[in-house]
């Protein structure tokens, strides 16, 4: 029995150690996904990997790009916006002229027409003057006519006469009307 104890136990052998035939059967599978790893599924994983950086660079290439794009277009706005401002300025400035122009224009203008109708309005008053004095010396004429031959008795039809004797009554009633305003 000892004997069979001692083969049973040179039979025995170790559980952590597997048997030949798996190490080697592991090692050929091993092998094998090892190339399959190697030859087909690593080249596939970094042309996917290679496609992905490429496909990431272009899209920082193309981010880069529309910011520079975006920046000049900003630039551009900016530019524009400033050249409008000017140029809003500039005809505000140009507004504030032509106003202060056309306002002095419409000042000298509105002068001119008060002084032609200031003038005017004088020559009209003057001749209606005239037209007054000369209508009154008519009638005052005639009246002192009429006073003077009821007075006298007889009649100063003689035109020539007549109108003498007026211009030499009106003549002497305005030269004691000019010594009157003299003396006051």
Do not use: C
């Not at 087909?40 to 790009?65: C, N, S, W, Y």
């Not at 900003?74 to 202060?100: F, G, V």
């Not at 419409?106 to 209606?128: H, K, P, W």
């Amino acid at each position: 029995m000892h004997n069979a104890l001692i083969i049973a136990a040179e039979e025995t052998h170790n559980p952590l150690i597997p048997p030949v035939y798996d190490i080697v059967w592991s090692a050929v599978a091993f092998v094998i996904i090892f190339l399959v790893m190697w030859l087909v599924v690593t080249p596939r994983i970094t042309k996917m990997l290679d496609e992905r950086t490429e496909a990431i660079e272009g899209g920082i290439k193309k981010a880069e790009a529309a910011q520079e794009q975006a920046a000049a277009a900003l630039d551009e706005y900016n530019k524009q916006l400033a050249d409008a401002r000017s140029e809003a300025s500039r005809i505000r400035e140009q507004a504030r002229a032509d106003a202060t122009a056309i306002g002095n224009e419409v000042r000298e203008q509105a002068a001119a027409d008060a002084a032609r109708i200031t003038a005017n309005a004088q020559a009209q008053i003057e001749a209606e003057r005239q037209s007054a004095v000369q209508s009154l010396r008519s009638e005052v004429g005639t009246l002192a006519l009429d006073l003077a031959a009821g007075v006298i008795g007889e009649s100063l039809k003689d035109d020539a006469k007549s109108t003498a004797v007026v211009d030499r009554f009106l003549a002497d009633l305005e030269a004691s009307q000019a010594t009157k305003t003299g003396e006051h």
